[in-house]
């Protein structure tokens, strides 16, 4: 819970103790290196950055998908998660399936930078990815895990962060967040009330 205010004093230290007003960022890619934007394909994206990452990510959550209920790697995986010490009686290598997993996420989650820098800006930029890994914590409790459900809990708080960049001239932004807590609370509040209510009556 420390680390936005950890942030906001390192930021507090560049720009007003050391003065630091430039953004650090490298230089421009060129523009035969970016990815397409949909609108060139799609004239009803016209004046959107939407671009080839959007479809990355949908083919990522669809192979995520498999990955995780169809094979086998995927049972392991959903086992260690559900009960490590009882993964273990059964043969499960649960350090080598905890490793992979890590792995594993690190490595799509690294994929996110794709669409800031070849769909959006053209170039890096330092500090472009604050936050970025908590709200994707939120998106998956939302969805349950299910990487299918996050394509749209995913939609679900782009159009929230959008619409908070959108009023933020009218209320702070930060209102987006408060709305994005009760958002998730409220969904597995019910979700949980509508669980006991079928498992006191042996539905489920």
């Known amino acids: ?94 350090n080598k399936i905890i490793l992979a997993s890590f792995f594993t996420g690190a490595g799509i989650t690294s994929l996110v930078g794709i669409n800031y820098i070849f769909g959006y800006k053209g170039f890096y930029e330092f500090g472009f990815s604050n936050n970025v890994g908590f709200t994707a914590i939120a998106v998956a409790l939302l969805a349950k895990n299910n990487p299918i459900g996050i394509i749209f809990s995913a939609l679900l708080f782009a159009i929230l962060d959008y619409g908070g960049l959108s009023v933020n001239q009218l209320v702070p932004k930060e209102i987006m967040l408060v709305v994005q807590g009760i958002i998730i609370l409220s969904i597995l509040g019910v979700d949980r009330i509508v669980n006991n209510y079928f498992e006191k009556r042996g539905l489920v």
């Open 1 to 94: 819970m420390l680390n936005f205010i950890i942030l906001a004093l390192v930021n507090f230290f560049l720009v007003d103790f050391f003065a630091v007003k430039a953004t650090m960022r490298t230089e421009k890619i060129a523009d035969s290196n970016m990815l397409f934007k949909l609108s060139d394909l799609f004239p009803f994206f016209q004046g959107s950055s939407l671009n080839a990452s959007f479809i990355i990510a949908l083919l990522l959550a669809v192979i995520t998908y498999i990955l995780i209920y169809k094979t086998q790697f995927g049972y392991k995986l959903r086992a260690v998660g559900f009960n490590e010490t009882a993964s273990k009686y059964i043969g499960i290598k649960t």
